[in-house]
């Protein structure tokens, strides 16, 4: 059988490094906010080019901190992509924040940039974009927009560490990048992780209030914050596995690109341009027949998955606040299928599923 993905098989190769560094975390006696997580955050920070990194505790406290670090009125409008993981509408929502979608491009999935300044209003006071699947938005003319109308952005980069838009790595085009470092990222941690990126220094220090209860000084409280710190156990790991992010999203590529070079044309593959340098978090396809297609191959030893199965605006908890039909969205997560692409699989293996798949 050949897994979607195997959690203990990718981490295999740092296994080692791991027990090292939990380790040196027990030994410190200093499990919350220490030297670890000061460590990482400069790391991650110099790997991205970015001024500043704040550890927290989640993907989605990234999202949720770096909106509310800019204080906008309760009401105001934040534009997201239609086609997303819903922590990027809940992010909003629990901003207080009102989310408004736009459709995507077909071909990329990400957010349409020709079509997000129809969606914006006298209440729109962010764009919040995601660069799904390990591919960055178009970000000139989404930029174009941002500055024309005085908009704040946030990237959120939860499956995108070490893509790039021209050479410029994502989360350093806008004001704030959040990242999640979810166990199954290119870049996981071993539980719940998650950090804000920025070159605000003052925005900088607001999140890092935010995310210790609204104070700067123990027992000293600012403001009304949250408790969301990443840990000094994760930030060890996290270190320990972003030295090697590089070789990690260079294997991936290679896996893509047997499935780019040897994969029928039945099948919609991810679009390839100079001006992207993806990381494939995710490799999807598409196909009419998704459902028929996944049972085939688990049939033939090759677990797949789907991301997402239920565009956001059919999910139950979106019912009475995302209205309308999103039909773009719809038609991608009605065919999309989502194959093999881990650290831990031989490129042995994806020619085994390329083979497989054109056989369907």
């Given at each position: 059988?050949i897994e979607?993905?195997s959690?203990k098989?990718?981490n295999r ?7 090292h560094?939990?380790?040196k975390t027990?030994?410190?006696g200093w499990?919350i906010l220490?030297?670890?997580?000061k ?8 790997y991205l080019?970015s001024a500043?990194c ?8 990234a999202?949720i901190?770096?909106?509310k670090?800019?204080?906008f009125?309760p009401?105001?409008?934040v534009?997201?992509p239609?086609?997303?993981y ?10 207080g ?5 736009v459709e ?5 999935y ?11 209003t006298?209440k729109?006071r962010?764009i919040?974009?995601?660069h799904l699947?390990g591919k ?7 930029m ?5 109308h005085n ?11 070490g893509a790039?838009?021209k ?9 704030f990048?959040?990242f999640s470092?979810?166990?199954t990222k290119?870049?996981?941690a071993?539980g719940d ?5 920025t070159d605000d220094?003052?925005?900088a220090k ?6 210790n ?7 000293y409280n600012?403001e ?15 270190s320990?596995k972003l030295?090697?992010l590089d070789e990690i ?13 040897n994969?029928s044309?039945?099948?919609i593959k991810p679009?390839?341009h100079?001006?992207y340098?993806d990381?494939y978090h995710?490799?999807n396809i ?5 459902d028929?297609?996944?049972a085939?191959l688990?049939?033939n ?6 991301h997402?199965p239920?565009?956001?605006n059919?999910q139950?908890?979106m019912?009475g606040i995302?209205d309308?039909?999103?039909?773009v969205s719809?038609?991608i997560h009605?065919?999309?299928l ?7 699989h031989s ?7 390329t083979e ?5």
């Open positions: 059988m979607y993905e959690l098989e990718l190769p740092f296994f080692e490094e791991f027990s560094s939990f380790q027990l030994n410190s499990y220490g030297n670890a997580v460590e990482f955050e400069s790391e991650f920070a110099g080019g500043h704040l550890g927290v505790a989640s993907g989605l406290d999202l901190l770096a909106l670090a800019f204080d009125e009401g105001s409008e534009i997201v239609s086609n997303t819903i922590a990027t509408i809940l992010a909003t929502m629990h901003a924040l009102k989310p408004v979608p995507p491009d077909i071909k990329t990400n957010i349409n940039p020709a079509l997000i300044e129809e969606k914006i006298p729109t962010a919040m974009i995601v699947y960055s938005c178009d970000m000139d003319p989404i174009a927009v941002k500055e024309k908009l704040k952005l946030i990237e959120d980069c939860a499956q995108s560490h790039t838009y050479g410029k790595m994502t989360g350093t085009f806008g004001e990048g959040a470092f979810y166990p290119n870049l996981g071993l992780a998650g950090a804000v990126v220094p003052s925005l607001r999140i890092a209030r935010l995310r209860y609204g104070s700067e000084v123990k027992y600012q009304v914050g949250y408790n969301s710190r990443l840990d000094e156990m994760q930030a060890g790991f996290l320990v030295r090697r999203n260079s294997h991936k590529r290679k896996l893509a690109l047997i499935y780019e070079e994969l044309n039945n099948f679009v390839i100079a001006d340098s990381v995710i490799y598409r196909h009419p027949e998704r028929k297609l996944r085939y688990l049939e030893g090759i677990r797949t998955e789907i997402y239920v565009s956001p059919k139950q908890a019912q995302i309308g039909d999103y039909p719809e038609e009605a065919t999309t989502s194959l093999p692409v881990s650290f831990c490129e042995e293996d994806i020619i085994k599923v497989v798949l054109n056989r369907f």
